[in-house]
């Protein structure tokens, strides 16, 4: 229990100095001056400062996922539209809100933050997500089963994060509209 309290600390306190300083000027003695450890401990949790760097996107990402599967556990199926619309309002909330990695990872010197933490989001929420779209074929619909579920919802995932990362102002409803489109949905 102990080491994974030590571990935790560092990640925080990582991300605490990346949101500060910046990724490129936080060190490992920073990270383990400001848990107040020996670096020898960091060692003992991470291999270097990328591993860390790893840890604190994991961890961001853990967090989001958390926050979009409660979200999912208190949605109502039945009204598609608005079972976007929420969707929409956690990821925005997610992303643009007070939290201060999301807003960390807007500046211009994180792009490798922010494209790490819109990789690993997508993969993640693409292999939880996939059969879900495919149970909302409808065949009377005419159109043709949804293939590549996974990708396209990897695909999609990746554009409307970049989307918001690049214009944080485009409204719920033009991002309601893109993700039907995309998916085949009528809302």
């Not at 925080?12 to 383990?32: D, H, P, Q």
């Not at 939290?99 to 292999?127: H, M």
């Amino acid at each position: 229990m102990e080491m994974d309290k030590r571990r935790a600390e560092l990640i925080n306190a990582a991300l605490s100095l990346f949101v500060e300083r910046g990724l490129i000027k936080t060190s490992i003695a920073s990270i383990t001056d400001r848990v107040g450890v020996a670096r020898s401990l960091f060692y003992h949790y991470f291999a270097d400062k990328k591993s860390i760097v790893d840890a604190v996107i994991d961890d961001r990402v853990d967090d989001f996922m958390m926050r979009l599967e409660q979200w999912a556990m208190s949605r109502d199926d039945k009204d598609m539209r608005e079972m976007l619309r929420g969707a929409v309002l956690v990821l925005r909330s997610f992303l643009l809100g007070d939290d201060s990695f999301g807003r960390y990872i807007l500046t211009e010197n994180n792009a490798f933050l922010r494209q790490q933490f819109t990789v690993r989001c997508s993969e993640r929420i693409s292999e939880r997500s996939s059969s879900m779209l495919l149970s909302l074929y409808d065949p009377s619909s005419g159109r043709e089963p949804m293939r590549h579920a996974r990708e396209m919802m990897y695909v999609l995932c990746i554009g409307v994060m970049s989307l918001l990362f690049q214009n944080p102002d485009v409204s719920d409803e033009a991002l309601l509209e893109i993700i039907a489109s995309v998916l085949g949905i009528d809302i």
